[in-house]
């Protein structure tokens, strides 16, 4: 038997502050909310205590920012997707974004250990005056422990609909797609990093935030594998591929700072957790 989980987030501004309601069934929480930049910006932890999900598992996740809220959401550890018996394990996450609202996801990366069958999806609603800055981060196997990825599935949607689709599955025996240098050419770790608005941008700003993404991945370790494209007005996008997670959480954050500086006006001010 599965463990169905759910958490359902509500982000409202009043006055200067954004305050969070939150209310959950099973096992996903919040672990706490805090204000380091002030009022106005809402950091918000998200912790799932089993530690893993395995087959059969159902967790769902939905964030309501109202008009004029300023949520960020992280996790303190990986997501790690275990070795299926049989049944898939399944995560989804639906965030609808209103007209002055901004939305940062920013979870730490997923992990699908071999012959997991695992599901992701999300799904980013964002009104034409809202705005999100969303990573996502998926390690096959344990490249840091040699743990290979060779069976099972991580099956993934990222959807910001009528803008953006991004549907795969990834099979630890298709050794085209994972080793061939018209695949993933022999690594392990996907990351993808967007900029997205509910209205066309500026070309000017759209300029810049690919400038941005280029400088910082210009000089970086990963610069040979790493790329930043507009595929459409609302929205930009860079992918890396890496060995290892650490090298491109690194990169990820750096175009994320400085995407809060160009897109937004704001200094990075990286979660609490992410330093411990």
């Known amino acids: 038997m599965g463990w169905p989980g759910r958490l359902e987030l ?13 209310r959950h069934s099973g096992p996903l929480r919040v672990l706490q909310s805090l204000y380091p930049e002030g009022d106005g910006i809402c950091h918000h932890v998200l912790v799932h205590p089993p530690g893993g999900i395995i087959g059969g598992d159902v967790l769902h996740i939905e964030a309501n920012l109202a008009v004029g809220a300023h949520a960020l959401i992280t996790t303190p550890s990986a997501t790690r997707f275990y070795r299926s018996a049989g049944e898939p394990a399944r995560q989804s996450v639906v965030a609808r974004v209103e ?20 599901e992701n999806q ?30 099972g599935h991580y099956a993934q949607r ?13 099979r630890g025996d298709d050794h085209r797609l994972l080793n061939s240098p018209l695949g993933f ?16 941008m500026a070309s000017d700003r759209r300029d810049h935030l690919l400038d941005a993404a280029r400088e910082q991945a210009s000089s970086h370790a990963l610069t040979r594998t790493a790329g930043c494209s507009s595929p459409h007005a609302e ?14 959480m690194q990169l990820l954050g750096a175009v994320w700072a400085r995407w ?5 006006g704001h200094c990075a001010v990286p979660p609490r957790v992410w330093r411990t």
């Open 99 to 118: 007209d002055g609202a901004r939305l940062e996801w920013l979870p730490m990366e997923t992990i699908c250990h071999s012959a997991a069958l695992a």
């Open 158 to 170: 990222i959807e910001i609909p009528g803008v953006w689709l991004e549907r795969s599955t990834i």
């Open 260 to 264: 809060r500086e160009v897109g937004w």
């Open 185 to 200: 050419a022999g690594h392990r770790v996907l990351a993808t990093l967007w900029f997205a608005t509910g209205k066309p």
């Open 10 to 22: 509500n982000y409202r501004r009043d006055g200067d502050r954004t305050l969070a309601h939150d």
């Open 235 to 248: 929205v930009v996008i860079l992918r890396v591929l890496a060995p290892r997670v650490e090298p491109a």
């Open 122 to 151: 999300l799904r980013f609603e964002i009104s034409p005056g809202g705005e999100m800055m969303g990573w996502d981060l998926v390690a096959l196997g344990l490249p840091a422990s040699g743990e290979p990825f060779e069976a």
